[in-house]
């Protein structure tokens, strides 16, 4: 035996990197950066640092791409409810985020909203960007819902990081992504008259002629200009003491 041989090995472990993705849906109508090999066309975070939004967070080899935006579990708990939102109104949106107390740096979220719904991330579809964020309860700022905004279902992501200036793509040092479903309303009108006396029978309501109450009124579909027959009855309402009415919650155009 040789008493200088050296039997012993060294070996040497590396832990693989562990990330969050996201799962908008990828592919047909609604073709979202969700998946690929290629870091430019997903949104990735590397976990470890305990920053999320929420309190849970999952990991995931690749995006998982799914028409409810559920295809990673159920680690979507940052946003408690996201609104039907009406274009031309203004929303204000909470959410929850865990901030390490080792965490000394600012925490930003950036997010948008697919407001046209054609699968992209626009600059006019952010409504959060680079949002300052601490531990516990948060607020989005009331922004508004352009008038242009698509009727329907679309989609919304938020990025969690201590990285400002992320797009809706690409890497994050940490953090978390939230993809979520969200409902953008057709927008409602009103229209409304009075039935009254027309005494001079001018066409106006002039002052001291009286407003008929309790007439019946009903309002009419004729879509396409050429006059259904039977006609359509959207709604029916009767006129108040004064001779009022008033129909309401209806669709545009």
């Known amino acids: 035996d040789d008493d200088n041989t050296d039997l012993t090995v060294d070996l040497g ?3 693989p990197l562990v990330y969050d993705l996201g799962d908008l849906p990828e592919g047909g109508l609604k073709d979202f950066p969700t ?21 849970t967070v999952d990991s ?3 995006g998982q791409p799914s028409i409810g935006a559920d295809g990673d579990g159920a680690d979507e708990d940052g946003f408690p409810y996201l609104p039907n939102m009406m274009p031309g109104q203004s929303y204000a949106i909470p959410f929850t985020a865990t901030v390490p ?5 600012p925490v930003y979220l950036n997010g948008w909203i697919d407001y046209n719904c054609d699968g992209t991330f626009q600059a006019g579809e952010q409504i959060a960007t680079d949002l300052i964020v601490t531990d516990g309860a948060n607020t989005i700022p009331a922004f508004t819902v352009p008038t ?8 919304s992501r938020f990025r969690l990081s201590t990285t400002s200036g992320l797009s809706a793509s690409g890497d994050a040092p940490d953090g978390e992504v939230e993809d979520y479903v969200s409902r953008i309303l057709r927008p409602i009108g009103a229209i409304g008259n009075y039935v ?15 407003g008929i109450p309790n007439v019946t009124v009903k309002l009419l579909l004729d879509a396409d200009g ?3 027959n039977p006609p359509v009855v959207v709604q029916s309402t009767q006129t108040d003491t004064s001779g009022g009415y008033l129909f309401t919650d209806l669709a545009s155009g």
Do not use: C, K, M
Request: glycine fraction near 18%; charged fraction near 15%; aromatic fraction near 6%.
């Open 13 to 15: 472990f590396t832990l």
């Open 35 to 55: 998946a690929g090999s290629n870091a430019a066309d997903r949104a990735r975070h590397l976990l470890g640092s305990g920053l999320t939004l929420g309190s």
């Open 60 to 62: 995931e080899n690749d």
């Open 101 to 105: 107390g080792a965490i000394t740096v």
């Open 148 to 155: 242009g905004a698509i009727p329907g279902t679309t989609y």
């Open 196 to 210: 009254w006396v027309d005494e001079n029978s001018d066409g106006a309501q002039d002052p001291g002629e009286p």
């Open 226 to 228: 050429s006059g259904p």
